[in-house]
């Protein structure tokens, strides 16, 4: 089965911004591809400097990616 069988129940994703293949933004951007009206909430658990920082950049890059879609 492909993954529009599976997206098209889906409302909401829970995605962490730090995961092994690919990080919560692509995996966000890759989705929204498929089925452009799904909402996202990114999360992370990191507590090492370097990991916030990435963090804070991933998030501004969301808010842009959303802010020219409306």
């Known amino acids: 089965m492909d993954i529009e069988f599976w997206m098209k129940d889906v409302k ?3 995605l ?14 890759e989705i929204r591809k498929i089925s452009p009206k799904i909402k996202a909430v990114l999360i992370t658990g990191t507590l090492e ?10 998030l501004k890059k969301i808010y842009e990616i959303l802010r020219e879609e409306n």
Request: glycine share 8%; no cysteine.
């Open 12 to 14: 909401l994703l829970l």
């Open 16 to 29: 962490n911004l730090n995961m092994p293949f690919m990080d919560g933004l692509s995996v966000f951007r």
């Open 49 to 58: 400097i370097d990991g916030v920082k990435e963090s804070l950049i991933l």
